[in-house]
């Protein structure tokens, strides 16, 4: 079908709509969305006692410091709200989360982490629930060294690496392994025999506030640099007098005013390419609910599956908060949501066409992988 024919298909397709839908609302979505590309996060405090102290504002100092450094350290895009802090008491009634924060960090002070980690056998963990990708993450770690756990701040950069690698899209079950290796190389090189081969696992963050050296995991050399949709072929190309009649046919299939098959159908017509096998999991190998632990100095080995989802049912029982707060509705049997949330930013003009165009092509090589 030639250019031509295409554009007045994609005309007639939408005179077609235009008769069986009289009515239109504007946008108005009750759920959190990201306004840029950059990721969003927070690092939140939870004291055991009833108040916050001086010990625990610098907890909040030193940590956002840290993350901030070691998300420059994998080139990773973010902004991030200010530290707060609450007893333990008052978290989970009072703290408000950001409806566009993308990443949650909790860190418990020593004595809470103690009561609340350590007897599950862990030093710290990163949870992501169903849904949007770029969405609901969350790490927890407690600022209490022990013998069995790593350094809180290894802890911290391990966890951090599992939230970038995942959002990023590798394959979670090989990250899992080599990350585990490097813990087990990182508690040899510090506790048995320092030799060369330590340089390969760990770097160092250093900022004029913390005034020390803070030895972290090394990141993962593939994922230095990259970003969830920049990675993008010239190939997605929409002329411009076309982009009107495709915002008002996005609009219509966001407010559910026609199907996915009719909404592919519109992104073929336009765009030259096959929207037929959109899958919600078209991107992402795994779409359930994903739990990783620290691992204690007792193992020696990476934990087998089944160990680990007996560790997600215990999690899942200590912090039962965790699920509550990182649910999101699930919009489409069919699309990915983080593609019906980046069509919401693009209806509201929160990302350029150029960007939303990104995405497009992002959804179209998920596909043409899956074939």
Known sequence: MDGKR?????????????????????????????????????????????????????????????????????????????PECYSVQNFEWKYQKPDDLDLLILIYDRDLGREKL????????????DGDITHNHTIIFCECSSFRFSDPSWILSHELSHFILNFLGFDLNKVEDQIHLIDNKYDYC??????????????????????????????????????????????IKIKAKDLKLFKQITKWWYEGKITNSEYSNSLEILTGQSFDNVSSDSFLEESESIILTEPS????????????????????????????????????????????????????EKISDSSFAKSIEVLKNSITDEK
């Open 6 to 82: 295409k554009r007045v298909c994609a005309i007639a397709f939408a005179t077609i709509l235009l008769l069986q839908i009289t009515s239109m609302q504007i946008l108005n979505p009750a759920y959190g969305i990201h306004q840029t590309q950059k990721v969003s996060w927070q690092i939140v405090v939870v004291s055991h006692e009833p108040v916050c102290t001086i010990y625990h504002y610098q907890l909040a100092q030193k940590y956002q410091i840290i993350t901030t450094e070691y998300f420059k350290l994998y080139e990773f895009d973010t902004n991030h709200y200010q």
């Open 118 to 129: 350590q007897p599950l056998g862990i030093g710290g963990f990163y949870s992501h629930f």
């Open 190 to 235: 510090m506790e048995k025999e320092y030799d060369k081969t330590c340089t390969k696992i760990a770097t160092y963050i250093e900022h004029h506030d913390l005034g020390y050296k803070v030895k972290v995991m090394k990141p993962y050399h593939l994922a230095i640099g990259m970003s969830f949709f920049n990675e993008t072929l010239e190939e």
């Open 297 to 348: 100095k007792e193992e020696k080995v990476v934990p087998s599956s089944s160990q680990k989802s007996f560790s997600s049912e215990d999690i899942l029982r200590a912090f039962p908060f965790i699920g509550d707060m990182n649910s999101s509705p699930n919009f489409s049997n069919d699309y990915p949501e983080w593609f019906k949330t980046r069509a919401t930013l693009w209806l509201n």
